[in-house]
């Protein structure tokens, strides 16, 4: 018999008893339910039981990785979905991404959104939630506002802003809507608050003009806003900076986010195995 985690299954149970203690017993089936979760969950039978092993996500891989494994291992469109999943652009590819965005798109913001999220790998809803006072363009800084990092308490991490990501911002600033959102909703002017100021876009709005300028392009393989963030860190990764610089910018928590990219590390991998066999032991 193969369940869930110890963890996942005691919260399970725990809430299906609390769930079967709270239902009506209106009716035969709810009663019959109810009778069933409040005699298993009073005490589950764990001993012997096997726990499968979750997979883990596949490592960054280039566009060029994911063509050939698709190739080679004859995938399908629905089998290649996680592939595409675990893409990460080059700095060239991602230059030419948001190019194409800018030519493209309709939606006014879109591009500037795709730069800040290309250029300091932050999340969509972290794109969207940006103010204009989380950014110092004296400093080139950009004041990130987290929800993920504390359920307790917010919580921020620091940015520095590429040259090109600055001047792309400063120039959208000159002509973007009147708000103290960086991303106001222009196409959504009876969205306002009860200042009469026009809300920030949204995570779901973001993702769909995304998906819409990139459908039917040669872009058409990108997943999501993701993409760009899993590009940033793997292209950091790539040019051998610091893990920690990468772990502030991005907001990593754990070692398995950190897993998926650590192969991308190529000069400090070599080293650490030149130490364990230097050229003099070959020759001892």
């Not at 009663?31 to 499968?52: D, Q, Y």
């Not at 291992?73 to 991404?97: G, I, P």
């Not at 959208?172 to 009860?194: C, H, I, Y």
């Amino acid at each position: 018999m193969a369940l869930g985690s110890p963890t996942t299954v005691k919260r399970a149970s725990s809430r299906q008893f609390d769930q079967a203690k709270a239902l009506p017993c209106g009716s035969a089936s709810i009663r019959s339910t109810r009778r069933f979760f409040l005699a298993s969950s009073a005490e589950f039978p764990r001993k012997g039981l096997v726990f499968p092993k979750h997979d883990d996500k596949p490592p960054f891989q280039t566009w060029a990785q994911i063509e050939r494994q698709i190739e080679r291992d004859q995938l399908d469109r629905e089998q290649s979905k996680e592939l595409w999943e675990s893409l990460f652009l080059s700095v060239e590819e991602t230059s030419q991404l948001l190019a194409f965005i800018e030519k493209q798109s309709n939606y006014p913001a879109l591009h500037s959104m795709c730069l800040l999220a290309a250029h300091t790998g932050c999340r969509r809803s972290e794109v969207c939630r940006a103010k204009m006072a989380d950014f110092d363009f004296e400093a080139s800084t950009f004041v990130v506002q987290e929800r993920k990092r504390s359920r307790q308490k917010r919580t921020t991490r620091m940015v520095p802003l590429t040259d090109v990501a600055r001047q792309g911002l400063l120039d959208w600033v000159g002509r973007k809507e009147s708000s103290p959102n960086m991303f106001p909703d222009t196409n959504a002017f009876e969205l306002q608050n009860v200042d009469g100021e026009i809300e920030a876009i949204s995570p779901s709005k973001a993702g769909l003009h995304l998906k819409r300028v990139l459908r039917g392009s040669n872009w058409e393989s990108i997943r999501g806003w993701h993409t760009l963030r899993h590009s940033f860190i793997s292209n950091c990764a790539c040019r051998g900076v610091d893990q920690r610089f990468i772990d502030a910018w991005v907001g990593h928590q754990t070692d398995e986010q950190r897993e998926r990219y650590r192969h991308l590390f190529p000069d400090t991998q070599q080293a650490a195995i030149n130490s364990v066999f230097p050229c003099d032991s070959a020759n001892a």
